[in-house]
């Protein structure tokens, strides 16, 4: 088979409508399809940074695809590198190369072909990318096969449980709470101080209803030392942007936690292919010894359990020690590394190095 390779900067509806087919056989793409790249691609992406989509085509179908975007690196004090990162870098948990499952490898090869010989760059690093996608396993034999040297590397992942053929109850007695000892412990706390808690979940409004519990997010990021996102124009406007879209398709909800009718916490979820995605969450710091983000989450999981529309409940990227404790399956998310054996700033690069260490030598 025959395939013609397409660089698009520039992505139209055409080639989204025919995106959204060809990540069917990938599995979660809650933050990898038309809606949140677009999205990406409108607010999100900096003025000096270019989309480069490497698109495989048979006749006029999109049979896969490599989408990128341009970041400039500190090269040396004379020049500076143009590296590739995935599109969507930042608030996306999980990356995709998109391929159809039949001659796969001969489709990534023509891409991986075409971006060495035709598109400007000198370093590509490809991150959260999940081990048993196709294509992260058919790019590592591409590059095999090319005798290009690359660095593969897994330091994040993540994890969810499946919440099919569960009996809530069972399930709390016999594998929840043995693992959950300082939940059990903050939940008596509560019942002791004479605590009532309560839910609120929205499903319409979400953005306004986030806004008036922003603070605790900030909070939070304060607290542990991080950057405030929301503090960014970029963060708010995809954001904002990103959950009405989202609220118009029915995949987000906001769960707000009440404490005799005070806020204690938020959680921010992506519903998407019956999978509950756990993407943001604050609470209140004034109450943080009744972990109110584990009882937040801890009720959200007991719903997915009794809810026969939600199969899996994912905590999406990042290990943290709790996520552990309210999942039993992780998938690592890897990245690779490689340079462009075309680029001329490579190439200087090594013989400098190399002539420096002759020199050293002697």
């Known amino acids: ?53 490497l698109a495989a085509y048979q006749e006029e179908k999109l049979v896969g695809c490599l989408p990128v975007q341009t970041v400039i690196r500190r090269g040396t004090r004379f020049y500076n590198y ?20 039949d001659d796969n490898f001969k489709i990534l090869e023509k891409i991986v072909d075409y971006l060495i010989s035709e598109v400007k760059w000198d370093k590509i690093r490809l991150s959260e990318l999940p081990e048993n996608s196709i294509g992260f396993n058919t790019l590592l034999k591409v590059l095999s096969s090319k005798n290009i040297k690359f660095q593969k590397k897994s330091e994040n992942g993540f994890r969810f449980i499946k919440t099919i053929n569960k009996n809530a109850e069972d399930f709390l007695e016999k594998d929840f709470y043995p693992h959950n000892k ?25 953005y306004q209803e986030l806004l ?22 970029k963060r708010k406007a995809f954001l904002k942007n990103i959950i009405e879209k989202y609220e118009a398709l029915n995949k987000v909800e906001l769960t707000l936690l009440l404490a005799n009718e005070e806020v204690w916490a938020f959680q921010l979820d992506w519903i998407d292919n019956n999978n509950r995605y756990h993407w943001n969450h604050a609470y209140n710091e004034d109450y943080k010894r ?62 400098i190095s190399s002539t420096l260490r002759l020199v050293g030598k002697k």
């Open 1 to 53: 088979m025959s395939y013609k390779i397409k660089l698009i900067n520039n992505p139209e509806d055409e080639f989204w409508h025919q995106f959204d087919e060809i990540i069917k056989n990938c599995e979660h793409t809650v933050q990898f399809n038309s809606v949140w790249l677009s999205n990406y691609i409108e607010n999100y992406l900096d003025e000096k940074q270019n989309v480069l989509i």
């Open 82 to 101: 143009i590296e590739l990162i995935p599109l969507g870098f930042g608030p996306t948990d999980f990356y995709y190369i998109p391929l159809i499952k």
């Open 290 to 351: 009744y972990s109110p983000g584990k009882v937040i989450l801890k009720h959200l999981l007991i719903q997915g359990i009794n809810d026969q529309d939600i199969k899996t409940c994912n905590h999406m990227r990042g290990l943290s020690r709790y996520k552990e404790k309210f999942t039993d399956q992780q998938v690592n998310l890897y990245t690779i590394d490689f340079e462009n054996p075309r680029s001329y700033k490579i190439k200087f690069t090594r013989f």
């Open 182 to 206: 300082d939940l059990a412990k903050s939940e008596r706390r509560i019942d002791r101080k004479g605590f009532k808690l309560s839910y609120k979940h929205y499903k319409k409004n979400v």
């Open 212 to 233: 008036k519990n922003i603070e605790l997010y900030a909070q939070r990021r304060e607290s542990l030392g991080q950057l405030n996102k929301y503090e960014t124009s």
